[in-house]
């Protein structure tokens, strides 16, 4: 049995306000969630959605599952980067990685770290946060696991899995 998406193992409240941010600060993806809606059926209308409170809508895309992989790794980038930084600060410190506010250059070369450093961050980052913390590494593992050596076996023997739905 897989694990979900690190997306969807977010709370309900805490993918509505993802989304409710992703649709405050793009119109494109406030365009495409109305035509996913309307696309599913029930009876909605492009002109009608449009009309919605942004926390109406999302909502309704996230009690309808609209949205994309694309979307999830959009919004969880959003989540570890720019509103909830701190995890990713902390494993990138522990790892030894240079970054700016939890912003790693663009032209460093992958791999990131040394797999023993990222193991020792892991576990690290795992007692410290609990299921938050696991839930940030397993968005790294799945995302971009060929930057951090050793991640997704320490993810297997210590949660079970790393894969997603």
Not at 103 to 109: G, S, V, W, Y
């Amino acid at each position: 049995m897989s694990l979900p998406s690190p997306y969807r193992s977010l709370p309900l409240e805490r993918r509505t306000a993802l989304v409710e941010h992703d649709l405050r600060n793009s119109r494109d993806s406030r365009d495409a969630y109305i035509m996913r809606l309307v696309s599913k059926g029930g009876g909605f209308r492009p002109e009608t959605v449009r009309k919605w409170k942004v926390e109406q809508l999302a909502a309704e895309v996230v009690r309808r599952r609209l949205e994309t992989l694309q979307d999830e790794v959009g919004m969880l980038q959003t989540l570890y980067v720019e509103l909830e930084p701190g995890l990713q600060q902390e494993f990138l410190t522990a790892t030894g990685v240079d970054h700016k506010n939890g912003q790693i250059p663009e032209d460093l070369a992958v791999p990131f770290a040394e797999q023993p450093a990222v193991v020792a961050a892991a576990s690290k980052l795992r007692d410290a946060h609990g299921d938050d913390g696991v839930r940030y590494l397993r968005t790294i593992a799945l995302y971009n696991g060929e930057a951090w050596p050793g991640l997704t076996d320490w993810l297997i023997e210590n949660s079970g899995d790393v894969r997603s739905t």
